[in-house]
């Protein structure tokens, strides 16, 4: 637990650092909305175009990384229907 809350607490501070400093100086929003369109144009930014150099990144973007490990994943899922069905097989043997 205590990885992934600061993996989100590292999010919030580049969002802060890299979006919401320089927006709130830059533009007064009007409405929620009209800050929404910004946030996910910089959410696209960030997750499609910015280099990341955190842990399984190695400066590619998330978007890469993601994309990148989509095999394994898939990998794993069959694994873990495999060792499922084998597990059903042997108590379906034992009975």
């Known amino acids: 637990m205590a990885r992934s ?7 919030h501070r580049t969002m802060k650092q890299e979006f919401y400093d320089i927006a709130f100086r830059k533009k007064v929003y009007n409405s929620l909305e009209e800050l929404q ?22 400066g590619k973007t998330p978007m890469q990384t993601f994309q990148d490990s989509k095999h394994l994943a898939q990998e794993k899922i069959i694994n873990k229907n495999v060792q499922s069905d084998s597990l059903i097989n042997q108590t379906n043997v034992v009975r």
């Open 5 to 11: 809350d600061g993996i989100c607490e590292r999010f």
């Open 37 to 58: 369109v910004d946030v996910d144009e910089w959410l696209i930014k960030y997750n499609q175009h910015r280099p990341h150099s955190g842990k399984y990144c190695y």
